[in-house]
């Protein structure tokens, strides 16, 4: 027992060795994301749908403060859809804000989208004209995680509409806004929004649908924790994605074996297969999983 705790504490330590962050470019990126959201009326939120409570900024609140927010699952295609619907409601009653689920690939969520923007600037833009001031346009922004899919949703909003407006009165002139509609402005860069997690397991995740630069970790250990997770709740999907049977480990050197990559003779060619196992999981090929 003492040994298995042993190599667990030092599998542990081992990753964490290979996810880790600088608070120096934390601080600067939160306060580059703040002056954006200072100049929209309604923030849309991008979430992995494959990691719904992973892919969120526990400190979005406090950027926020009493902006209202829309939250996008994006990569919904990915992703069971019977598990999604239920996510849908627990994200809806812990954040107590509207939830709509995108892809890539299918732009008829475009209009409700677009429409649920609107409506949820119309109270700020109210009290604006009741000060006396003109109505006009609601102003959005999309933030986000890295490679939750930001420019993606901000291409699929502004693909109808690609009229720049330019600098606004009281805003920043570098800031670059597209007209979608006579009622909407959408702010054309996404908002990034830093990395700052100490919870090694969310980092994990992050690392698993490429939120993590490459740089961050090694392969090998990312691939052996993706397959410890989805052993635990999809394993007959997983193993019968590799052709393993119920008597066969899922691990790496098994996966090897069974595509027969090997390398010297008998050895399993663990980085090759650590390089697909990876890339298996984010194209959806394994099958439809949410890890959280």
């Known amino acids: ?43 849309i939120e991008v979430l992995d749908a494959r990691i719904p409570l992973s892919s969120c900024y ?16 994006n990569k919904a295609d990915l992703v069971d859809q019977h598990e ?18 995108t892809d890539a690939k299918n732009s008829k969520d475009l209009n ?20 006396g001031l003109l109505r006009r346009s609601a102003r959005v922004m999309v933030v986000g995680m890295p490679n939750v899919g930001k420019s993606s949703i901000i291409n699929k909003i502004t ?12 805003v920043t002139r570098q800031q670059q806004w597209v007209k979608i509609n006579p009622k909407l402005d959408l702010l054309d860069t996404p908002g990034i929004i830093p990395m700052k997690q100490e919870d090694q397991l969310r980092a994990k ?8 630069s490459e740089n961050a970790y090694e392969q090998e250990a990312v691939a052996t924790e993706l397959l410890l997770i989805l052993s635990e709740k999809y394993s007959q ?14 691990t790496i050197e098994n996966i090897a074996k069974s595509r027969n990559w090997i390398v010297k003779g008998s050895e399993a060619d663990i980085n090759r297969t650590s390089t697909f ?13 949410i890890l959280d």
Not at 1 to 22: G, R, T, V
Not at 159 to 170: D, F, I
Not at 205 to 212: C, D
């Open 277 to 289: 196992i990876l890339r298996d999981f984010r194209e959806g090929k394994m099958g439809k999983f």
């Open 1 to 43: 027992m003492e040994n298995n705790e042993k190599e667990a504490s030092s599998k542990q330590s081992h990753f964490q060795n290979h996810i880790h962050w600088y608070p120096g470019h934390i601080a600067k990126a939160e306060k580059k994301l703040k002056e954006q959201i200072n100049l929209v009326d309604v923030v």
């Open 84 to 101: 999604l619907k239920n996510w849908i409601k627990i994200l809806e009653e812990k954040f107590k804000c509207p939830v709509l689920t």
């Open 58 to 73: 526990n400190n979005i609140e406090s950027l926020l403060g009493e902006k209202p927010r829309l939250i996008l699952l």
């Open 112 to 131: 409700k989208i677009v429409s649920k923007a609107v409506e949820l600037s119309e109270p700020r833009i109210q009290k604006l004209m009741v000060k």
């Open 159 to 170: 693909r109808t509409s690609k009229t720049k407006v330019g600098a606004k009165a009281g």
């Open 237 to 250: 999907k997983v193993r019968g994605h590799y052709n393993l049977s119920e008597t066969e480990d899922l």
């Open 205 to 212: 995740k992050l690392a698993f649908v490429n939120s993590v």
